[in-house]
């Protein structure tokens, strides 16, 4: 059973920046992708960015230019830098990660005040 824990979650002013990650409890390099997504309250949960083994991401259009993602399979870590914050990026960021089957962190609380 793989174990994911983010962490880097709080409060920030528009305009500012949050670095989130990821802590995996097995070794990422045969993780297929790994990523994050969030839920605002009273909406679906949605994608944000994605990672694969090969090292090529995904982001949804909401965010990117904004934010990056990036993985050290050494750490066995995945992070997410987030730039340029908007109070509608308020949600619960959750960890992602696909190996044949997939594996949700609890989730870090993400809130941007305007």
């Known amino acids: 059973q793989v174990q994911l824990v983010e962490s880097g979650g709080g409060l920030v002013q528009a305009g500012g920046s949050l670095r989130l990650s990821c802590a995996a409890s097995e070794n990422i390099s045969r993780f297929n992708v790994m990523g994050w997504y969030r839920q605002a309250p009273g909406k679906q949960r949605e994608l944000v960015a994605l990672i694969n083994r090969g090292g090529s991401t995904h982001y949804a259009d909401s965010v990117k230019g904004r934010f990056t993602i990036s993985r050290d399979n050494g750490k066995n870590t995945v992070s997410l830098e987030m730039d340029s914050l908007k109070p509608e990026d308020t949600a619960v960021y959750y960890c992602?990660?696909?190996?044949?089957?997939?594996?949700w962190g609890q989730g870090t609380q993400v809130t941007v005040s305007s």
């Open positions: 992602y990660a696909e190996v044949i089957q997939y594996y």
